[in-house]
């Protein structure tokens, strides 16, 4: 059953029957060990994929990490090496992998538009090739499969907050569209394996997320905002300021992302994973100025093409049937982000 479902009465009535599964019944792979699993995380050394690798091999399992480097660091990932159930693998995703694992989280694609835009063409292929690659190989190994989708697939929103059943507003023409296309087609291919095949799906619409290890020259705002106040430099606010997002905190972020993975496999998603509370930029700049001590003045830039004015993630899906939601507000979560920023500068 698809969970992408139109009002709170529908919602709850999905809710209550969604562990009667529509899909075909099919033969696991048997496992060694019934706890301990061995899953692959591709784009495991990039900024989500290194926590999620972390917090997979402190609940005991074995984790493959799968990436080609290019936004990603060694460095992401080096704390991982001395520790005998991890394993890096530098492969990109456009091409067929072969691997035997028990589950599979889909991150690889870079995420922030200034790494996305530099090579469009391989962006698109790396959500669509990948995501048929990794499909194909959870096809043969029968495991369970989590794409990590995203926010961009509603564009610029027309609804506020947005629900898992609205469609988007999405250029695909745009500069944006490399990106926001291809995690669109990532999901039509998702949905289709699992409607063509029994594939077992996870879909995760993630939202802005932020915390340690995020590249410090990605363009988002959030980096942009701490590295300048760290350095001085004026805050550059694109457009008026006004615009807004929702920020969630890594470990918040992760935590969802293991719910939804070994959540009933009735539950395909997809499912918004995100923090509800909604920013302007200038107060989010206010927040870094307040957590740096920094009297960086502001800068006005223009604004992106294409560049959404809202984003809040209404995340009743989540809640309902993952029980989860987030718990670090913004203003924690910049503890630790402007700690790890200030020793990467210094
Ligand atoms: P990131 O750039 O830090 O990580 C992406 C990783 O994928 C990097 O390590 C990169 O080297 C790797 N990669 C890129 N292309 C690859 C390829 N062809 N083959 C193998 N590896 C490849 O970004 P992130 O913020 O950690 O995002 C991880 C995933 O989550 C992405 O799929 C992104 O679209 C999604 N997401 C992130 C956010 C966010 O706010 N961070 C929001 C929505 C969705
Ligand atoms: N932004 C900004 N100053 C910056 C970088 C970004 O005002 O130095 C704005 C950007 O225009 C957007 C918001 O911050 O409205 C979030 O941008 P980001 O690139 O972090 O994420 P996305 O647009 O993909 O949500």
């Known amino acids: 059953m698809t969970l992408c479902v ?11 029957r969604f562990t009667h599964s529509p899909l075909k019944e099919h ?35 074995e984790v493959l990490c799968v990436d080609n480097l290019f936004t990603g660091t060694k460095r992401n990932i080096d704390h991982l090496h001395s520790n005998p159930h991890f394993e890096f693998m530098r492969h990109d995703v456009t091409f067929p992998l072969y691997v035997e694992v028990d589950e599979i989280y889909n991150l690889a694609c870079p995420a922030s538009p200034i790494h996305y835009q530099y090579d469009p063409v391989q962006t698109t292929k790396t959500s ?22 995203t926010s961009e697939v509603y564009g610029d929103p027309a609804i506020h907050p947005q629900t898992e059943d609205y469609w988007g507003n999405v250029n695909p023409i ?48 959030v980096s942009n905002f701490i590295m300048q106040a760290l350095k001085g430099e004026p805050i550059t606010l694109y457009g008026d300021g006004n615009q807004t997002r ?38 989010l700049a206010e927040l870094v100025l307040a957590e740096t001590g920094s009297s960086s003045s502001f800068v006005t830039r223009p604004l992106p093409q294409d560049d959404p004015r809202q984003r809040r993630p209404d995340i009743a899906l989540a809640q309902e049937l993952l029980g989860w939601k987030p718990t670090v507000p913004l203003r924690d979560g910049l503890k630790p982000t402007v700690a790890y920023f200030r020793s990467s500068v210094g």
């Open 246 to 283: 929702s920020f969630c905190y890594v470990d918040d972020l992760v935590d969802g992302l293991i719910r939804l993975m070994d959540s009933d496999k009735a539950l395909t998603g997809p499912v918004n994973l995100g923090n509800p509370t909604e920013f302007t930029m200038r107060e």
């Open 128 to 149: 669509v090739h990948g995501a048929i690659n990794m499909l194909g190989l959870a096809k043969r190994l029968k495991c369970r499969i989590l794409q990590a989708s």
């Open 6 to 16: 139109k009002d709170s009465h529908s919602r709850k009535m999905s809710a209550a």
């Open 27 to 61: 033969s696991h792979v048997p496992r060694l060990y019934d706890s301990r699993k061995r899953i692959l995380v591709t784009g495991g050394a990039g900024f989500l994929g290194s926590h999620l690798s972390d917090r997979l091999l402190d609940r005991g399992h």
């Open 174 to 221: 745009g500069p944006r569209s490399c990106y926001d296309e291809g995690k669109r087609c990532a999901e039509t291919l998702f949905f289709d394996y699992h409607r063509q095949h029994g594939l077992e799906i996870k879909v995760a619409r993630i939202f802005n997320t932020y915390g340690p290890r995020m590249h410090s020259a990605d363009g988002r705002v």
